[in-house]
């Protein structure tokens, strides 16, 4: 599918393994959705543009490449989003940082919105939309819904674990913007979590139940 990418990385699959541990607690959790975030926004940012600068090496002067004057917001899914935007800002320390807050309805699984705040002039971002998980795909969908009503207008998507039936609406939905998976999981129970997932990403990160 053009504009959706899931990771390969040895790395970012071996530190998965161990989120889907039942016996990993909150704290090294916390940690490892951090790390995974830091890898996974070090391959969504590939295309980031660059330009030369001029600079003044101790032996002479030279132009070299930098990230172009383009700015970035990152705005996490709250709460499990949370989780993921320190590991964003490490690799883009200047970014501006949005906050969306919705949450699974228990029985329709479709998302309610209770907060939306994002930076100014986002029509001139890249915008870095964070949740781990992905499952009916309500909640990512309805996130860029927002952003693209508030003039968003390239958006990247970060979620640590897919499942297939989320992928696919959130990418018929907005076939523009780029989908950056950790692991394609098998699908939903009945009760719409990832299988095998990793359980509930939000009170795992939190440690609430
Ligand atoms: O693709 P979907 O079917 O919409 O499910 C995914 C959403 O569910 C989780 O949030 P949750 O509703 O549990 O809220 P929380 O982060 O506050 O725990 C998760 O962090 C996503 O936002
Ligand atoms: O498996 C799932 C599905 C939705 N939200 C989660 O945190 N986990
Ligand atoms: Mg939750």
Same mark, same amino acid.
């Given at each position: 599918?053009? +504009?959706?990418?899931?990771?390969?990385?040895?790395?970012?699959?071996?530190?998965?393994?161990?989120?889907?541990?039942?016996?990993?607690?909150? +704290?090294?959790?916390?940690?490892?959705?951090?790390?995974?975030?830091?890898?996974?926004?070090?391959?969504?940012?590939?295309?980031? %543009?660059?330009?030369?600068?001029?600079?003044?090496?101790?032996?002479?002067?030279?132009?070299?490449?930098? $990230?172009?004057?383009?700015?970035?917001?990152?705005?996490?899914?709250?709460?499990?989003?949370?989780?993921?935007?320190?590991?964003?800002?490490?690799?883009? %320390?200047?970014? &501006?940082?949005? #906050?969306?807050?919705?949450?699974?309805? %228990?029985?329709? #699984?479709?998302?309610?919105?209770?907060? *939306? &705040?994002?930076?100014?002039?986002?029509?001139?971002? !890249?915008?870095? !939309? !964070?949740?781990?998980?992905?499952?009916?795909?309500?909640?990512?969908?309805?996130? !860029? +819904?927002?952003?693209?009503?508030?003039?968003?207008?390239?958006?990247?998507?970060?979620?640590?674990?897919?499942?297939?039936?989320?992928?696919?609406?959130? #990418?018929?939905?907005? %076939?523009?913007?780029? $989908?950056?998976?950790?692991?394609?999981?098998?699908?939903?129970?009945? +009760?719409?979590?990832? *299988?095998? =997932?990793?359980?509930?990403? =939000?009170?795992?990160?939190?440690?609430?139940?």
């Amino acid at each position: 599918m053009e +504009n959706v990418f899931v990771m390969d990385h040895p790395l970012i699959q071996h530190k998965i393994s161990m989120l889907r541990d039942c016996r990993t607690g909150t +704290n090294e959790f916390r940690k490892l959705v951090e790390e995974i975030a830091v890898l996974m926004g070090y391959e969504a940012f590939r295309d980031l %543009p660059l330009m030369e600068v001029e600079v003044r090496t101790p032996i002479e002067s030279c132009r070299t490449p930098m $990230i172009s004057g383009k700015k970035l917001a990152v705005v996490p899914i709250l709460r499990a989003g949370l989780g993921m935007v320190s590991g964003i800002l490490t690799l883009v %320390p200047s970014a &501006k940082v949005g #906050h969306i807050g919705l949450y699974r309805d %228990p029985v329709t #699984h479709e998302p309610k919105e209770y907060y *939306c &705040k994002l930076p100014e002039s986002i029509e001139q971002r !890249v915008v870095t !939309v !964070v949740d781990p998980m992905l499952a009916t795909g309500g909640s990512a969908e309805a996130a !860029v +819904n927002f952003i693209k009503e508030k003039g968003g207008k390239q958006i990247k998507f970060l979620c640590i674990i897919a499942a297939p039936e989320g992928l696919e609406r959130l #990418h018929r939905s907005h %076939p523009d913007i780029q $989908i950056y998976c950790g692991h394609l999981d098998r699908g939903l129970d009945e +009760n719409a979590y990832i *299988c095998p =997932g990793l359980g509930d990403a =939000g009170d795992r990160i939190f440690g609430t139940k």
